[in-house]
């Protein structure tokens, strides 16, 4: 993993939530510009401050006034929507990293193996690389501190070792069998992100991209991605969204732009006030307006990726393929406070090109917050026919083809999960870090080896063999797992799996990793097996 990975002091809830409804109202004002409205709040305002004052000087135990505020807030944003929420001052920098593309650190991926933080490999162009830190290495202190066999959580590593750019850290480390610490001092930079995770050509025609997220780089790193496809041949692609729980939407607009040719709708949105409203069209002359195209989703591909496969669908573009995804159609601004906190109100709901909202519902939110067990203890995860859509939220795309909203984009196709590659000891062995370490120690043990290969050549002729799952076996009996041979022998093509493409993530990163992952992705399976549906629909509107 890498480096990025309030005890609250509470009053009764009575008084929380007094609070919390003056709060809300105060959070309000900024909002309106009646002068009506205006008065009715300027006396809430005024009602929020007699009780918070009323509290701070005649409350029995002393009172934080400042957490008090904080609480009051986040349980009013708790009560609109279940994404409306507020990020205090000090969580803010880290809230907001994963979607800016890059974070300020020292540039390690780091795994705690054996309450020894361990350097897996340092990142390409970041300032460990330039020192010369080294894949193996054991970080036993922090600026002097032990850091080794004291419990370390990955938490605490991120917090000694993110920082800003230009801020000093000295890290004293373990290598080989040397017996002296070598100290190194570094300079915190700006260290990136990637959230295009990989992309390869399946075959001689199918390309592959797999997007994790829409942060601020993302189409950057997708049309990137696309160049190198089509310099080796791809006339067909599939864009994996599964998993990904969105991001900005203006990335997922850039995206969807690329394949939608001419002046089409693509998104647009709706809120209480019109400056809220905006509407999206395909504009430029996109890098594969033509081609079959399939897009993965599944249960856990929301709003930014719902943007992308429903203006797709709706546009009959691409052939979606997979699970009903997550159903988050709600559009949040972020709003910063006074004192470097920020609120993220939703301000509107985007709608598909044909007119669908795919936000399900949330009036319930005790029910939202767990919909997605009820739709695996439902069957939906197993059956399509378990999917029940109203029949007024019925809509058209531009052929004339039905699909539904209220409820996440459903696929075209539907992939009904499989249960049956899968390992309960194989499970145990991933959660106890067991299988990590196991072959970051093959890795570096048999690095010449490796390094001498080519990725073909691995991926064509490596074996995992019966010693090396034996090996796996004895590394779990060390951490506490006892061995089950009979799973290992019943699961024994999905342990070499497993154990071969995260070897190979050791060597090749993710462009080596998810060749070899993907053949137990069942959605992808599939769709690899339907470009002739993708090619009748692309001709359905000719």
């Known amino acids: ?22 709060a809300g109202i105060f959070l309000g004002a900024t909002f309106s510009e009646s002068p009506k409205i205006q008065n009715d709040l300027n006396k809430d305002i005024q009602k929020f401050k007699e009780v918070l004052t009323l509290i701070d000087k005649n409350y029995v135990d002393e009172v934080n006034t400042e957490e008090l505020v904080e609480n009051a807030i986040e349980h009013m944003l708790g009560k609109l929507d279940p994404h409306s929420y507020y990020i205090s001052a000090k969580d803010k920098v880290e809230a907001n990293e994963e979607l ?46 032990d850091v080794a066999g004291v419990g370390f959580t990955n938490r605490d590593v991120q917090k000694h070792l993110k920082g800003p750019k230009g801020s000093k850290v000295t890290v004293s480390i373990k290598r080989g069998n040397r017996k002296s610490l070598i100290d190194y001092e570094i300079i915190r ?107 993965l989703v599944n249960e856990g591909s929301a709003s930014a990726s719902e943007i992308v496969s429903g203006a797709l669908q709706d546009n009959d573009r ?64 197993f059956s399509a026919d378990s999917i029940h859509f109203n029949d007024s939220l019925k809509y058209e795309t531009t052929s004339g083809r ?25 499970n145990r062995l991933f959660v106890k870090n067991v299988i990590q370490e196991y072959v970051f120690n093959y890795a570096n043990e048999n690095k010449a080896k490796l390094d001498a290969m080519s990725y073909k050549d691995f991926y064509d002729n490596f074996q995992v063999t019966e010693t090396m799952r034996m090996g796996l076996a004895t590394k779990g009996k060390e951490y506490g797992v006892k061995p089950d041979y009979e799973d290992m022998r019943k699961n024994k093509d999905l342990f070499n799996l497993h154990i071969k493409a995260q070897i190979a993530r050791q060597i090749w990163k993710n462009d080596g990793f998810y060749p070899i992952f993907n053949q137990t992705n069942e959605v992808l399976q599939q769709a690899i097996q339907m470009f002739d549906e993708a090619e009748n629909l692309d001709r359905s509107k000719l």
């Open 402 to 426: 039905t699909v539904y909203g209220g409820g996440g984009i459903m696929p075209d196709y539907f992939v009904p999960l499989d249960t049956s590659a899968n390992s309960a000891y194989l």
């Open 318 to 381: 691409a052939l979606i393929v997979g699970r009903r995804s997550f159903g988050k159609g709600l559009v949040q601004a972020p709003i910063d406070l006074t004192d470097g906190s920020e609120v993220r109100i939703t301000i509107s709901r985007y709608y598909t090109p044909s007119g669908r909202s795919i936000q399900k519902p949330y009036s319930d939110k005790e029910n939202y917050s767990t919909d997605l067990i009820a739709r695996y203890n439902n069957g939906e995860f």
């Open 100 to 145: 800016q593309g890059n974070f300020e650190g020292i540039g390690v991926e780091f795994n705690i193996f054996r309450d020894t933080i361990v350097v897996v490999t340092p990142l390409s162009g970041g300032p460990s690389e330039a020192l010369g830190i080294q894949s193996g290495d054991q970080i036993i202190k922090i600026d002097g501190k």
């Open 1 to 22: 993993m890498s480096e990025y990975q309030n005890t609250k002091y509470q009053i009764r809830l009575p008084i929380i939530l007094a609070i919390g409804l003056a």
């Open 189 to 295: 930079d700006k260290i990136p992100q990637y959230s295009v995770d990989a992309s390869y050509m399946i075959d001689d025609e199918i390309g592959y991209i797999k997007i994790s997220r829409f942060a601020a780089t993302t189409y950057e790193e997708f049309m990137q991605a696309m160049l190198k496809l089509k310099e080796q041949g791809m006339d067909k692609l599939i864009l994996d969204l599964q998993g990904n729980g969105g991001g900005y939407m203006n990335q997922a607009i850039n995206i969807a732009d690329e394949f939608i040719a001419g002046n089409k709708k693509i998104v647009y949105t709706q809120g209480k006030e019109t400056r809220f409203n905006s509407q999206a069209n395909s504009q430029r002359e996109g890098m594969f307006e033509k081609g079959e195209l399939i897009v």
